[in-house]
């Protein structure tokens, strides 16, 4: 497999694709140039985002763009499976800046979102980041592919990925085979600076394997405080403080 790598997100972005050095590399720099857009239009501590101009709103109601309330409105129906465990509000909580957020702080009609506090931000954090995964692998999606983010990974063939110890992140607990689906993990070492919760921790790490990187990512970080009902298309393994595998599913394994 031709390998690329770049660095977005603040992270590395690894993308390896079984075609030709041309159509590789084409696909490749589509890619990337897709990542770059999506950083720069969303990244929180960039001033001129539209995170940021949303952030620094002078009215309650702002006109959206179709990408925009697209993930918007993923995000909400997310937010929502997860009972708020997951919200792109809860920055609120860690900026202790009195505003509301959670449940009933924003809502989505047509080309606008509408904010019950102008002092409610937004952050879509690492979300973007695995939305841009899943943006790839429709580019990627003619050739066999393996897509991984940081962690946030996205394959069309058979493989084998490793589910780190989160004792020690540089070991494997368990082995997983997953084909035509994505896996993201979160955890304490793994995306600290992406989980904010009104709640404690339950599961020192949480993985979820699904058919949908952004899904998956919203639930491996709500499952580490919320136990929550998945879709049947989706699998968690939660691993608590003292290593112990658990494993949650509405499907039959």
Same mark, same amino acid.
């Given at each position: ?16 694709? @079984?075609?030709? @050095?041309? +159509?590789?590399? &084409? ?17 929180? =501590? ?33 937010? +929502? ?25 924003? =809502? ?26 899943? @943006? ?18 996205? *394959? ?5 990925? &490793? ?26 070492? @793994? ?5 904010? &919760? ?12 699904? +058919?949908? *990187? ?6 491996? *970080? ?18 608590? =403080? ?12």
């Amino acid at each position: 497999m031709k390998e690329f790598v770049f660095s977005c997100f603040s992270t590395k972005c690894v993308i390896k694709l @079984e075609a030709s @050095e041309y +159509e590789a590399s &084409n696909l490749a720099i589509k890619c990337f140039e897709l990542c770059k857009n999506l950083h720069l239009k969303y990244n929180y =501590f960039d001033n001129s985002s539209l995170v940021s101009k949303i952030n620094n709103k002078s009215k309650n109601r702002i006109k959206l763009d179709q990408q925009t309330m697209m993930i918007l409105q993923k995000l909400s129906s997310l937010s +929502e499976i997860t009972n708020y465990a997951f919200d792109i509000t809860l920055i609120n909580k860690k900026l202790k800046n009195n505003a509301k957020y959670g449940k009933n702080s924003y =809502f989505l009609s047509k080309k606008f979102i509408e904010f019950e506090d102008i002092n409610t931000k937004i952050d879509l954090g690492g979300v973007i980041k695995e939305f841009a995964v899943d @943006e790839c692998a429709k580019i990627c999606e003619k050739y066999k592919y393996v897509i991984n983010f940081g962690g946030d990974l996205k *394959t069309n063939k058979e493989i084998f990925v &490793n589910i780190k110890n989160p004792k020690n992140p540089q070991e494997a607990i368990k082995k997983w085979q997953i084909l035509n689906q994505s896996l993201t993990t979160s955890a304490q070492y @793994e995306r600290a600076n992406h989980i904010i &919760n009104t709640k404690d921790f339950k599961y020192s790490q949480v993985s979820v394997i699904g +058919e949908n *990187t952004l899904s998956c990512g919203v639930f491996s *970080t709500a499952l580490c405080f919320e136990e929550i009902i998945l879709p049947k298309e989706y699998l968690a393994i939660c691993i608590d =403080f003292n290593n112990e595998i658990k494993y949650q599913s509405n499907r039959d394994r």
